[in-house]
């Protein structure tokens, strides 16, 4: 386990990312009812944009950075509101010193009424993350495989709720990891939000994930298309040589809001954090009619 995400945090994928995650526990808010996050895949927490892991790579400066540093129209600011509270919240000073994971993203905008639990397998970070929500007894926090446990945590209690499954993609086999979880994930709890990162890297494997997942869907599950979201941007050319030029997420169950709140955001920030020749963004429902056809027959 070589990944750690101090040297990511905060780049274009997590902004997206976390964006996603912040407007769908505000979409569960609006209703009294309490609702559990789970987060298979936790990493340490939070970011110290300072550390030295961040300086010797700092992908925030063309994430996050950029997003902070620029004017929003009003509809933008509308959409990242939830993030930003969140960013603005960890960081008093005018300078951007520390940036939400995921969990962190969770624990400052659930309601005391919510829950969050959280798996990392890494045993510092596992140590780490624990540290941090100590004393916050909303939030638990297990050392162990987050693949593993899902079965065991769904669906929970609440019946209501989002799962987060944010793999590292180290290992050759994340991918079919991923399905085999997105499957049995969605048999336990089919009602439940689901969200899947992948990176756009391998895309031969990224497309057997996404449409082997809604065809499973549609076909054997009897989920109506609207209840797959996909939403994916690149910062340049896919083909290009260096570090990772696109990500995204697969949302099962979203929000009904979702959608048209991506629509206004994916532009926007496709063009904050473009990087070079090529970038782009999608945001469909994977199933297009051909696919649906030749389910079928
Ligand atoms: N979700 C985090 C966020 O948005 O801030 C980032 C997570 S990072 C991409 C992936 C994390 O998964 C790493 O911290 C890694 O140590 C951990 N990890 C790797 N394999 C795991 C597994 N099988 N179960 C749980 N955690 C795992």
Same mark, same amino acid.
Do not use: H, Q, T
């Given at each position: 386990m070589n990944y750690r995400h101090a040297f990511h945090a905060g780049n274009f994928a997590d902004v997206l990312k976390h964006a996603v995650l912040a407007l769908c526990l505000e979409h569960f808010k609006r209703k009294d009812k309490p609702f559990a996050v789970i987060d298979t895949h936790a990493g340490i927490g939070a970011y110290d944009l300072t550390s030295d892991a961040a300086r010797r790579s700092p992908e925030w400066q063309a994430g996050i950075g950029r997003v902070m540093a620029k004017d929003r129209p009003a509809d933008v600011e509308r959409v990242l509101a939830p993030l930003l509270r969140v960013i603005c919240a960890m960081n008093a000073g005018k300078d951007l010193n520390a940036y939400p994971g995921s969990p962190e993203v969770s624990a400052r905008l659930i309601r005391p009424q919510d829950r969050i639990h959280l798996c990392e397998l890494h045993e510092a970070d596992s140590k780490t993350l624990d540290k941090r929500y !100590?004393?916050? !007894?909303?939030v638990k926090v297990e050392q162990r495989d987050g693949y593993r446990a899902l079965k065991a945590m769904l =669906?929970? *209690? &609440?019946?209501r709720g989002l799962v987060l499954i944010d793999p590292p993609f180290e290992s050759r086999d994340e991918f079919v990891r991923l399905a085999e979880a997105a499957m049995k994930g969605l048999e336990r709890w089919p009602t439940g939000t689901f969200i899947f990162w992948r990176p756009m890297k391998d895309l031969w494997s990224l497309d057997r994930f996404d449409e082997g997942l809604a065809e499973w869907l549609v076909t &054997? *599950?009897?989920? &109506? =298309? !609207?209840a797959i979201l996909r939403a994916d941007m690149w910062v340049r050319d896919l083909e290009s040589e260096g570090k990772l030029a696109g990500a995204g997420l697969v949302i099962i169950n979203p929000p009904h809001t979702l959608e048209a709140d991506l629509l206004v955001l994916m532009p926007w920030l496709c063009d904050v954090l473009k990087q070079g020749e090529g970038a782009g963004w999608r945001l469909d429902g994977i199933v297009t009619e051909e696919m649906a056809a030749g389910w079928a027959g």
């Open positions: !100590a004393l916050n !007894a909303r =669906p929970p *209690r &609440e019946k &054997e *599950r009897d989920v &109506e =298309p !609207a």
